[in-house]
């Protein structure tokens, strides 16, 4: 065990995104901790992934003002609020629409989590991660939307880190490098691309959805109290290199 299975005790989290994924995998860490774990997604769910993990799972769009209020006015206590909700589309960012899509659900659904559960993490000194990326770091020529909305979740991260500290809410951001999930596995399996990402991680290896539910448990630990507005890379060293 990294973490005492009892220290989120008391604790309600909410986690966007939580549904699969990366998302999922922070959602079931806190929960290991001891949190009460709301994980919001769109539907379907795969429930399995969730047996008796006491994660309860809900619908939310952060993409709509309706969806995330109506969602946070059904939650009457807020500890924690994990912002994992993303999509990308690569090659058709480069059309206006799309890349408008993007950042609606990347950068503005982030927002809106966030300004809708403030007052709720007021009231409990709470604490928000949000997940930004290493296209926060440089540029991508097929994800233009995408790049764009990690650069804006990052700053994000450190204007509300001051807005939000007179509340007693930190925010913090992790920024997963290659990880190894459904979305990534056509380039885990083709050696011309899996070659070249492994070739620059100094760890030599993928990262797991469990390498950033460690971190982003870790910040939201009494541990990381002095810690807000800080962008922690979790990338095997890949931005480094």
Known sequence: MTFSTDLFKGKTALVTGGTQGIGG??????????????AAGL???????????????????????DSVRGALAKIDKL????NCAGIIKRGAELETEV????????????????AAARELLKQSKGCIVNTASMLSFFGGGLVPGYSASKGGVAQLTKSLAIAYAADGIRVNAVAPGWIATPLTQALQDDPARSGP???????GRWGT?????????FLC????????GTIVPVDGGYLVA
Not at 25 to 38: D, E, H, Y
Not at 79 to 82: G, P, Q, T
Not at 209 to 217: K, L
């Open 99 to 114: 890349f408008e899509q993007v950042i609606a659900v990347n950068l503005t659904g982030t927002m809106r989590v966030c």
């Open 43 to 65: 539907p379907p769910f795969a429930t399995d992934e969730f047996k008796d993990t006491g994660v309860s799972l809900i619908e939310m769009n952060v993409a709509s003002e």
């Open 209 to 217: 959805p469990q390498d950033i539910g460690n971190v982003v448990a």
């Open 25 to 38: 995998a922070i959602a079931r860490q806190l929960a290991s901790m001891g949190a009460k774990v709301i």
């Open 221 to 228: 630990t009494p541990a990381a109290s002095f810690m807000t």
């Open 79 to 82: 500890d924690i609020v994990v």
């Open 197 to 203: 990402i492994l070739a620059r991680t100094p760890l």
